[in-house]
């Protein structure tokens, strides 16, 4: 079992920053693939970023490319996510999430491959 906790939410304006943290526990190793989803109020969960923990290869979904950064700390079992330029449509809960089963670089936006999910961190951009 992995227990992933993810912080670092909060409010900003149109244009500011927040970074997300999400530390892993439990039966952690750097076979995993950990990505980040969000899911605003209404709408359906959908894929953000992600990073190989073994290769740090990254994939970012196209509304975020170039706003926003994944990146590691392997020796703090710790994922981080940079989100700059913000827009109020990047409101959202913000889910970090773990994958042993992300073998492919295609699989690495697809939700259902991943097994362990953290609480949710809210974000939220005003105008």
């Known amino acids: 079992q992995v227990q992933l906790v993810d912080s670092g939410g909060g409010s900003v304006q149109a244009g500011g920053s927040l970074r997300l943290s999400c530390t892993a526990s439990?039966?952690?190793?750097?076979?995993?693939?950990m990505g980040w989803f969000r899911q605003a109020p209404g709408k359906e969960r959908e894929f953000a970023a992600a990073?190989?923990?073994?290769?740090?290869?990254?994939l970012y979904a196209g509304s975020v490319k170039g706003r926003f950064t994944i990146s590691r700390d392997n020796a703090k079992n710790t994922v981080f996510l940079q989100m700059n330029s913000l827009k109020p449509q990047d409101t959202a809960v913000y889910y970090c999430?773990?994958?042993?089963?992300?073998?492919?670089?295609?699989?690495?936006?697809?939700?259902?491959?991943?097994?362990?999910w953290g609480q949710g961190t809210q974000v939220t951009v005003s105008s």
């Open positions: 439990g039966r952690t190793g750097s076979s995993y693939v």
């Open positions: 999430a773990a994958s042993r089963r992300a073998n492919y670089y295609n699989d690495y936006n697809d939700s259902f491959k991943y097994d362990y």
């Open positions: 990073i190989s923990l073994s290769s740090g290869r990254t």
